[in-house]
T-cell receptor, first 113, second 111 residues
Framework: EAGVAQSPRYKIIEKRQSVAFWCNPI?????LYWYQQILGQGPKLLIQ????????DSQLPKDRFSAERLKGVDSTLKIQPAKLEDSAVYLC???????????FGPGTRLTVL | RKEVEQDPGPFNVPEGATVAFNCTYS??????FFWYRQDCRKEPKLLMS???SGNEDGRFTAQLNRASQYISLLIRDSKLSDSATYLC????????????FGKGTKLSVKP
């Protein structure tokens, strides 16, 4: 079974630039999550989707971060404009209905200079 | 008080040693508990769920003490391949997948 796919794997940008990340969850998984993991920290939930609806975006910095999952499958996370403190690994995860287990993608490592 | 607290380590142990990690959580309404493993520069992967009755999977034993809001992971007969960061994870309920991750405990198993 194919896992969660993410791209790009690495991205380097300058502050105030924009960046977008893409995630393709495991086929059939209704729930999709975006996490931010800063070096030395555990992953922090940014947003959770159930199909194409937002379940929880309470920790998403909405002034600069946005995410969508238009058709209930793939998702994109955008940062506009980026700040130095956005340097982190952005992890996408998915889970099937009724399960607590989340399956993570390899992440996108973002460096903001 | 942080929501999920772990000793960051590192724990440096020889092969064959027994090592235990502890974790405390602040929300008494938390409903389910997990240990995830994260290898260096890799994504987290579920190691095991933690049940009130305690559970064992091979060399790994997880225990939960709801009264003390405390979770533990015991690794027996450590292998070199056990070297990783172990993340304590709590589901606070209120909807599927509301997971709160600790910062992780780093384990290094030496020959």
């Amino acid at each position: 079974e194919a896992g969660v796919a993410q791209s790009p794997r690495y991205k380097i940008i300058e502050k105030r630039q924009s960046v977008a990340f893409w995630c393709n969850p495991i086929s059939g998984h209704a729930t999709l999550y975006w996490y931010q993991q800063i070096l030395g920290q555990g992953p922090k939930l940014l947003i959770q989707f159930q199909n194409n609806g937002v379940v929880d975006d309470s920790q998403l910095p909405k002034d600069r971060f946005s995410a969508e999952r238009l058709k209930g499958v793939d998702s994109t996370l955008k940062i506009q404009p980026a700040k130095l403190e956005d340097s982190a690994v952005y992890l996408c995860a998915s889970s099937p209905g009724g399960s607590n287990e989340q399956f993570f993608g390899p992440g996108t490592r973002l460096t903001v200079l | 008080r942080k929501e999920v607290e772990q000793d960051p380590g590192p724990f440096n142990v020889p092969e064959g040693a027994t090592v235990a990690f502890n974790c405390t959580y602040s929300n008494s309404a938390s409903q389910s508990f997990f240990w995830y493993r994260q290898d260096c520069r890799k994504e987290p992967k579920l190691l095991m769920s933690v049940y009130s009755s305690g559970n064992e999977d091979g060399r790994f034993t997880a225990q939960l003490n709801r009264a003390s809001q405390y979770i533990s992971l015991l690794i027996r007969d450590s292998k070199l391949s056990d070297s990783a960061t172990y993340l304590c994870v709590v589901n606070q309920g209120g909807g599927q997948g509301n997971l709160i991750f600790g910062k992780g405990t780093k384990l290094s198993v030496k020959p």
